[in-house]
């Protein structure tokens, strides 16, 4: 009988989550071949299709890994937060610190995006995105309750403006350092806009406007 070796078996794991991560990051998912990333892995495609059933296995196991850790710090922000506003800019730091520090991180989750491609059309997400986009509904409630958000916008449409401005800027400042320009923004910058927006947020509609 063959024994299996856990520790053995997780390492492999973790070697094909950090070579895909790299490969999908610098050449993007369709560019990329599992010969490539069993190769940059140390071990053979077989172990690939055993441990993620293939390429877009891999590819998701990568993404909720990310979100995984990024969640629980998250999470922790959330907790520790007095209101909406003060839990939103701590989420804010996390997510930005973070790619920051991790490039491949950043243009994987920015750039092949939240979509787990498979072997049909159909368009899944990913559930640690899933997982990120539920707490920030939860924000964005409870931020209706204390005075952070106007109640007249629905939580949709808040959370698409704060993750769309946000996720647009991180996103065009990747690709200006891929083509080694400079930044066109700073955190500073991006921070500020994120702050315009929850301002802008807070108030009901003047008189007069039409919002609609």
């Not at 990329?32 to 590819?59: D, H, N, P, W």
């Not at 320009?181 to 009901?204: C, N, V, W």
């Amino acid at each position: 009988m063959t024994v299996v070796d856990p520790d053995s078996t997780q390492t492999s794991r973790r070697r094909l989550l950090e070579a895909g991560k790299a490969l999908f990051a610098r050449f993007g998912f369709e560019q990329t071949s599992t010969a490539i990333i069993a190769r940059e892995a140390g071990t053979s495609e077989s172990q690939l299709v055993r441990y993620y059933k293939g390429k877009a296995g891999l590819l998701e196991a990568i993404f909720n890994d990310c979100w995984a850790a990024l969640n629980q710090h998250v999470q922790g922000v959330v907790v520790a937060a007095t209101d909406a506003r003060e839990a939103l800019a701590g989420v804010l730091e996390t997510v930005t610190e973070a790619f920051g520090h991790d490039a491949d991180l950043a243009y994987l989750l920015l750039f092949e995006g939240r979509r787990i491609r498979g072997g049909s059309s159909e368009i899944l997400l990913s559930k640690g995105f899933i997982d990120f986009e539920n707490l920030l509904r939860v924000l964005i409630h409870r931020g209706k309750r204390d005075g952070t958000f106007r109640t007249d916008v629905s939580d949709e449409a808040i959370a698409s403006a704060l993750l769309g401005a946000t996720e647009a800027m991180i996103r065009d400042r990747l690709v200006a350092q891929r083509a080694g320009k400079p930044s066109p923004y700073t955190d500073q910058e991006i921070r500020a806009i994120f702050f315009a927006l929850l301002i802008g947020l807070r108030h009901e509609t003047p008189a007069g406007i039409n919002a609609s």
